[in-house]
C-alpha cells in the first residue's frame, strides 16, 4: 500500500515539475524596434512579436540568443 502512494505520488511529481520550470522569451516591440527578454510567453498582439526558439532555459541562453539574432542586434 505505501509502495503505491510513493508511486503515485512520484509520478504525480515528475508531471507537475515542468510547469515549475522558467522559460525566457526574446521578443521585438515592432513599433520601438527593440528586443527585450520576458519571462511570460507572448500573446498574440500586433505590437510585440517573438524572435528565436519557442523558449530559453535561462537568462543568460536568452541573453545569448537575443546577440545571435540580426533583428536585435544594433548597428
Known sequence: MKARLVIAAALIASFAAPAFAEE???VRDTTTKKCTIVDKR???????TQVGPVA???RTEAEAGMRKEKICVEK
Not at 42 to 48: A, C, L, N, S, V
Request: proline share 8%; hydrophobic share 25%; net charge positive.
Open 56 to 58: 530559453f532555459k535561462s
Open 42 to 48: 507572448p500573446t498574440t498582439t500586433t505590437t510585440i
Open 24 to 26: 525566457y522569451y526574446v
